[in-house]
Each structure stands twice: as structure tokens, then as C-alpha cells.
């Protein structure tokens, strides 16, 4: 399973963004997929979690009613749609998949691929 993010980039506070991961490779209904970001001298925490077959989705506090999950299935692309962004939104973003869980985890060493990263960069 590989993983490919895009879609970061800088923004004005009170901007948006939708983050792109693309996923290739052998994946299940029952997998989950998250999203992550880790701001520099921050541990990674999560965003948002869902299953790949929709549902069971969790949002973060801090991003709950701004960030918005989606998917594509004839793309094999999820999408996190962020608004409303704030400058402590600023982080490389990560979107990962879990294959061995079957509830939204918030611990990154419960999923087993990675993409890459995608800048966030929000400006006041």
C-alpha cells in the first residue's frame, strides 16, 4: 500500500484548504484511514479518523466543525477539507491507513502506511 499526500500549501488565517491522499495498492472496506500533523518541536497527534467504507469517523477537538473527511472511490483518494484555518493549524500533514484496527484509532502506531507529508503553512 503506498500512499501519496498533496494539496498543502500557505494560506491566510481564515482560509482553506482540501489535502489530496491518494491511495494505491491492496486496501479494504474495513481498513481505516487517518490523518495527522506534526508542527515542529510537536509530537504527531491525530486529526481525523474514519473507515474507508464511510462512518465511524472522529474529528479532533480542535478542528471539529472546520475539518471536513471525504472520499473518492473511483480515485482511491481520501480528502480532508480544512476551513476556517488558524496559524496553529500549521503542521505537515500525514495521512495514513490502518489494516489491523477495526474502530478510529488516534494512535500513530496503529497505522501501517504512511504518505509522505504535505506542508500547512496558515499566516495571520
Known amino acids: 500500500v503506498q500512499l501519496q499526500a498533496s494539496g498543502g500549501g500557505l494560506v491566510q488565517a481564515g482560509g482553506s484548504l482540501r489535502l489530496s491522499c491518494a491511495v494505491s495498492?491492496?486496501?479494504?472496506?474495513?481498513?481505516?484511514i487517518g490523518w495527522f500533523r506534526q508542527a515542529p518541536g510537536k509530537e504527531r497527534e491525530c486529526v481525523a479518523t474514519?473507515?474507508?467504507?464511510?462512518?465511524?469517523?472522529y474529528y479532533a477537538d480542535y478542528v471539529k466543525g472546520r475539518f471536513t473527511d471525504s472520499r473518492d472511490d473511483a480515485k482511491n483518494t481520501v480528502y480532508l477539507q480544512m476551513s476556517s484555518l488558524k496559524p496553529e493549524d500549521t503542521a505537515v500533514y500525514y495521512c495514513?491507513?490502518?489494516?489491523?484496527?477495526?474502530?478510529?484509532?488516534?494512535?500513530?502506531?496503529?497505522?501501517?502506511?504512511w504518505g509522505q507529508g504535505t506542508q500547512v503553512t496558515v499566516s495571520s
Open positions: 495514513a491507513v490502518a489494516t489491523r484496527i477495526r474502530y478510529s484509532s488516534r494512535r500513530a502506531s496503529e497505522y501501517d502506511y
Open positions: 495498492g491492496r486496501t479494504f472496506s474495513s481498513n481505516y
Open positions: 474514519f473507515r474507508w467504507s464511510g462512518g465511524d469517523t
